[in-house]
């Protein structure tokens, strides 16, 4: 069992920057897959960055790649999203999600254990 809580969102102008944080807990969080997604009102739930056990392997949206990075520190249980360049179109609710293996990595269905979420919200 993995429990997870983001924070870090807040209210921003575009082109600044911010960093989310999702805590886990739990033994196990070393030998999981960790994702962000994003849901915009009205719009699904959407894949934005996904990085492997270890920290070596990340995968990005291509609407988020080279703005975001995702990193994690194994020894504090924390997975982090840096966003930089933020846009009005970033306005969402984001959320951390785990689970065990590094396949299907856009696919919010794959993911076993997810966040409550937190806010960001990108204005012009």
């Known amino acids: 069992q993995v429990q997870l809580v983001e924070s870090g969102g807040g209210l921003v102008q575009a082109g600044d920057s911010l960093r989310l944080s999702c805590a886990a807990s739990g033994r196990t969080f070393s030998s999981y897959t960790m994702g962000w997604f994003r849901q915009a009102p009205g719009k699904e739930r959407e894949f934005v960055a996904a990085?492997?056990?270890?920290?070596?392997?990340?995968y990005y949206a291509d609407s988020v790649k080279g703005r975001f990075t995702i990193s994690r520190d194994n020894a504090k249980n924390t997975v982090y999203l840096q966003m930089n360049s933020l846009k009005p179109e970033d306005t969402a609710v984001y959320y951390c999600?785990?689970?065990?293996?590094?396949?299907?990595?856009?696919?919010?269905?794959?993911?076993?254990?997810w966040g409550q979420g937190t806010q960001v919200t990108v204005s012009s």
């Open positions: 990085i492997n056990w270890s920290g070596g392997i990340t």
């Open positions: 999600a785990a689970r065990r293996l590094w396949t299907s990595l856009t696919l919010s269905r794959e993911y076993d254990y």
